[in-house]
């Protein structure tokens, strides 16, 4: 697997004395940057590798490349914002440590806090608020999150071998859980909500969070097809087909396979309905709970809205899907991710 390291200005690390001087370089540098239109009101700074992001995850995406240091046994979870995160980091976590926290017992960690305190984001939870964090002390394997394109993971991800586990979604769908997302926090900041057709217009000019859907997608699969050993690429769709199919491609890629007792004993069934979202919704963590990101405190309930395939039909007009379809068509046409 390879990466190339983002560029920023010559080496933060060797210069950068303290962290807080190392975020104020990048801030700087970021700050430089093209913007582009607020989505969803916030401007969004255009990174030289193509892809967009409010200031604060960009400035933390660039930090987490020049500070991360990565073991090649490290699992990185990589979506796009609204393809199934939240439920890949569930079952994730519920698949790797589910001898010391049986899915079915009630002091299961999902119980008090969410998935996104279990498996945290690089950009948005950990390197923030002008610090690096400590991450020598967690034990293997360690589980990480990040939402940037495979080609700005960072460079000692890509050094170590370490796993990237990937999921996409439709993008008819991930455009419509963006957009419930987006208009939530413009609620929040006393915004008019913005139209469905508006956010697919900007969303087909490649204007989105974390940068263009098709080159996210291709980014992954290409790297996928390469090393299938060291990148996972789900789809969103087949695993709401049959979640426990991908509970054991989860569990195999990371070496941590079921053994017959496991089989024998329900336990892939019993991690399919603790991390279901009939289940995950109806937990007091999720309806009560909250979420701290460098973009502020989001409400774990946020994270849950429908998680339907095919929920698209319901807000898109049947022209604006038609669009979105050709240009996935053209743009993954030779690259085997068309079906």
Not at 131 to 159: G, K, M, N, Y
Request: aromatic fraction near 10%; proline fraction near 6%.
């Amino acid at each position: 697997m390879s990466s190339s390291s983002v560029q920023t200005s010559p080496s933060h690390e060797a210069h950068a004395e303290t962290d807080e001087e190392l975020y104020k370089q990048v801030t700087e540098l970021v700050s430089t940057w093209p913007s582009s239109e607020p989505m969803p009101f916030l401007p969004l700074y255009r990174h030289n590798k193509g892809w967009c992001c409010s200031l604060m995850p960009m400035v933390g995406a660039v930090v987490a490349d020049a500070r991360f240091a990565a073991r090649p046994s490290d699992i990185i979870i990589a979506t796009l914002p609204k393809s199934g995160t939240t439920w890949i980091k569930a079952l994730l976590y519920a698949t790797v440590n589910r001898r010391e926290h049986p899915a079915d017992a009630a002091d299961h960690p999902f119980n008090s806090i969410g998935p996104h305190d279990c498996v945290k984001f690089l950009e948005y939870q950990l390197y923030t608020n002008n610090s690096v964090p400590d991450l020598d002390r967690l034990p293997d394997p360690r589980l990480f999150a990040t939402h940037v394109p495979f080609t700005s993971l960072p460079s000692a991800a890509a050094a170590s071998g370490c796993k990237v586990v990937y999921v996409c979604r439709d993008p008819k769908d991930n455009l419509v859980s963006l957009w419930h997302f987006a208009n939530k926090f413009r609620a929040r900041e006393g915004q008019e909500p913005m139209s469905a057709e508006t956010i697919a217009e900007v969303f087909c000019r490649g204007v989105s969070p974390f940068g263009p859907y098709w080159d996210h997608v291709l980014g992954y699969w290409d790297a996928h097809v390469a090393r299938p050993e060291q990148v996972l690429f789900f789809r969103y769709e087949e695993m709401k087909l049959d979640a426990a199919v991908h509970v054991r491609r989860l569990a195999e890629f990371v070496g941590l396979q079921f053994s017959a007792e496991e089989e024998e004993g329900g336990v892939v069934e019993a991690i399919v309905r603790l991390c279901s979202f009939d289940h995950m919704i109806g937990l007091e963590a999720t309806k009560g709970g909250k979420t701290e990101l460098v973009v502020g405190t989001v409400a774990n309930s946020s994270f849950f809205r429908r998680g339907q395939v095919g929920d698209w039909e319901n807000h898109l007009s049947p022209e604006t899907a038609r669009r979105i379809d050709a240009i996935t068509e053209a743009r993954f046409k030779g690259s085997g991710l068309c079906s």
